[in-house]
Nanobody
Framework: QVQLVESGGGSVQAGGSLRLSCVASGQTANTVCMGWFRQAPGKEREGVASISTVFNRTRVAGVVQGRFSISQDNAKNTVYLQMNSLKPEDTGMYFC????????????????????WGQGTQVVVSS
């Protein structure tokens, strides 16, 4: 199992910034992809960004392109989501996730491709 713990959420004014952290523990040796997802009230979970733990390649959803970035510190088993120029539409619960495939593959931002999830951290952006 992979355990994921998110932190860094909170309330911020529009235009502000937050950095979310996700610390992974447990059976992380074969984790290839780590991702960030979010879910707003009344909406389905959507992908935000992902990163390859092998190649450090990143993928960022178009809706947050240019504002969000994902990074990692493999030595600390930690993934970060830097969120800048936040908008009210960014409000939601943000989840960290790990994929189950123990071989090199392209990382997506599709929730279905991830099977280990953190409990989430709330982000509220006020206008």
């Amino acid at each position: 199992q992979v355990q994921l713990v998110e932190s860094g959420g909170g309330s911020v004014q529009a235009g502000g910034s937050l950095r979310l952290s996700c610390v992974a523990s447990g059976q992380t040796a074969n984790t290839v992809c780590m991702g960030w997802f979010r879910q707003a009230p009344g909406k389905e979970r959507e992908g935000v960004a992902s990163i390859s733990t092998v190649f450090n390649r990143t993928r960022v959803a178009g809706v947050v392109q240019g504002r969000f970035s994902i990074s990692q510190d493999n030595a600390k088993n930690t993934v970060y989501l830097q969120m800048n120029s936040l908008k009210p539409e960014d409000t939601g619960m943000y989840f960290c996730a790990a994929d189950p495939l123990p071989f090199p593959h392209d990382c997506t931002v599709l929730p279905l491709d991830f099977d280990s999830w953190g409990q989430g951290t709330q982000v509220v952006v006020s206008s």
